[in-house]
């Protein structure tokens, strides 16, 4: 399959061997630096940048940093509890992103897909190449490539609903797409899988953007404070990746964890919505 790497994939590109380089260092990098060693002239290298997360590049390595996961627990932890209590819940409007989302029934999801015909189609994202999946519903599935390849996203994506029939068609998929990696508008989730991922992913909804929260967080806000492995399972199965924001859950002990589709893209994911929500926060000031 011959998969166009589309302008926001290079960026992610660029990001991605900028936060290689970061971590091999030790001091901040400087403009003129950083854009020495990705080949390119600092002014096009600040404008991928601006393009990009919309903060400079040494606002931006503060977020990159392998200790930026312990400062968002520190400074941006959510307690899912009171995010509950003020009505932040995946039935209505969120943060960052509008999202309207149903499940299928338990009998629908013990028939793996059985009769359910999912559209699938390649999307440019902020985060690389993603694999979006879809029915008259809603977005059921959405992956990224850039980390593990298309081929195995695709074939990873396609085994989750074993009996479902698939369709390649991404312009049926196009107006959710643009509504969820834009941010306008609504983009409808049709969620499946089994009760206690439901939960969790409830959850995982529920984390505002540029925060982040614990596995163990979930489990309690689930009811369930002991099942913190189910809920780690639970967060790796997440079939709509970004959407249901389940890069935002960390370690207890400040440790990104795992990430299905590759941790550079979680701390990426991470970086981009801490500076964008520093970002957001400055803008009277600079008013």
Same mark, same amino acid.
């Given at each position: 399959?011959?998969?166009?790497?589309?302008?926001?994939?290079?960026?992610?590109?660029?990001?991605?061997?900028?936060?290689?380089?970061?971590?091999?260092?030790?001091?901040?990098?400087?403009?003129?630096? %950083? !854009?020495?060693? $990705? #080949?390119?002239?600092?002014?096009?290298?600040?404008?991928? =940048?601006s /393009?990009?997360? *919309?903060?400079s &590049?040494?606002?931006?390595?503060?977020y990159?940093?392998?200790?930026?996961?312990?400062?968002?627990?520190?400074?941006?932890?959510?307690?899912?509890?009171?995010?509950?209590?003020?009505?932040?819940?995946g039935?209505g409007?969120?943060?960052?992103?509008?999202?309207r989302?149903?499940?299928?029934?338990?009998?629908?999801?013990a028939?793996?897909?059985?009769g359910?015909?999912?559209?699938?189609?390649?999307?440019?994202?902020?985060?690389? %190449? !993603?694999?979006? $999946? #879809?029915?008259?519903?809603?977005?059921c599935?959405?992956? =990224?490539? /850039?980390?593990? *390849?298309?081929? &195995?996203?695709?074939?990873?994506?396609?085994?989750?609903?074993?009996?479902?029939?698939?369709?390649?068609?991404?312009?049926?998929?196009?107006?959710?797409?643009?509504?969820?990696f834009?941010?306008?508008?609504e983009?409808?989730?049709y969620?499946i899988?089994?009760?206690?991922?439901?939960?969790?992913?409830?959850?995982?909804l529920?984390?505002?953007?540029?925060?982040?929260?614990?596995?163990?967080?979930?489990?309690k806000?689930?009811?369930?404070?002991?099942?913190?492995?189910?809920?780690?399972?639970?967060?790796?199965?997440?079939?709509?990746?970004?959407l249901?924001?389940?890069?935002?859950?960390?370690?207890?002990?400040g440790?990104?964890g795992?990430?299905?589709?590759g941790?550079?893209?979680?701390?990426?994911?991470l970086a981009?919505?801490?500076?964008?929500?520093?970002?957001?926060l400055?803008?009277?000031?600079?008013?």
């Open positions: 399959m011959n998969v166009q790497t589309s302008e926001q994939s290079y960026h992610y590109g660029v990001m991605r061997r900028a936060i290689e380089l970061i971590d091999a260092g030790g001091d901040d990098l400087t403009l003129e630096e %950083l !854009a020495r060693h $990705m #080949g390119m002239s600092p002014a096009h290298f600040q404008r991928l =940048f /393009a990009w997360v *919309g903060v &590049p040494k606002r931006y390595q503060q990159l940093r392998l200790g930026h996961a312990k400062t968002l627990l520190r400074e941006r932890f959510s307690t899912l509890d009171t995010a509950h209590a003020v009505g932040l819940s039935s409007r969120l943060h960052d992103l509008f999202l989302w149903e499940a299928m029934s338990p009998g629908e999801y028939r793996k897909g059985e359910l015909e999912i559209l699938w189609g390649w999307f440019d994202s902020p985060f690389g %190449l !993603a694999l979006v $999946m #879809g029915t008259h519903k809603g977005i599935g959405l992956g =990224f490539a /850039a980390e593990t *390849g298309a081929e &195995p996203t695709l074939a990873d994506m396609r085994a989750r609903w074993p009996q479902a029939t698939f369709i390649e068609d991404p312009t049926a998929l196009r107006p959710l797409v643009e509504a969820a834009d941010q306008k508008g983009t409808a989730l969620l899988g089994a009760p206690l991922q439901l939960k969790v992913w409830e959850a995982l529920s984390i505002p953007s540029g925060h982040v929260t614990s596995y163990s967080e979930i489990a806000s689930i009811g369930n404070p002991k099942a913190v492995r189910a809920v780690g399972t639970a967060v790796g199965s997440n079939p709509v990746s970004w249901i924001p389940c890069h935002r859950a960390l370690k207890k002990s440790e990104l795992g990430y299905h589709w941790q550079p893209v979680k701390r990426a994911m981009y919505e801490a500076a964008r929500s520093e970002e957001v400055a803008e009277p000031e600079q008013a």
